[in-house]
């Protein structure tokens, strides 16, 4: 069996901070990119899908949450170095969480509900601190 091809356009991907009495839900990446580095749930944007349908579905599928979406908090260009590369664009936005207890499926190993400020040394994935901050301001 071969491996698909890399895409030959950018990745259009959505993210969310999400709020629970005042900490934030942070995912470990189970596998690469970013194997190993906290960061927020989210995923690709399929075709034919608006950004917060497709918000809603990765943050199901992923932690089995469900979320208020409260506005875009920013974007981020990603560019991964190594095997696999990419290029996604990520739109990230604020939320609040609504019900149910995460459940991670196996694109994920752990999870946290931290404070901003209490992320400190954690290995997270780049931009991560900017983006909560800017998704702060929204709550």
Known sequence: MTSPEPPIRPQLAVSGVIFRDGKVLL?????????????????RVEFGETLHTALHREIDEETGLK??????????EVLPTGPG?????????AARWASREPHLNDE???????????????KVTGGLHEVIAAARRLV
């Open 27 to 43: 995912v470990r990446r189970a596998r690469s990119p970013g194997k190993g580095f906290y960061s927020l749930p989210g995923g």
């Open 67 to 76: 979320v208020e979406i409260l506005g875009l908090a920013g974007w981020r």
């Open 85 to 93: 590369g990419g290029h996604y664009l990520i739109m990230t936005f």
């Open 108 to 122: 994920h190993d752990d999870f946290k509900w931290l404070a901003p400020e209490e992320i400190g040394d954690l």
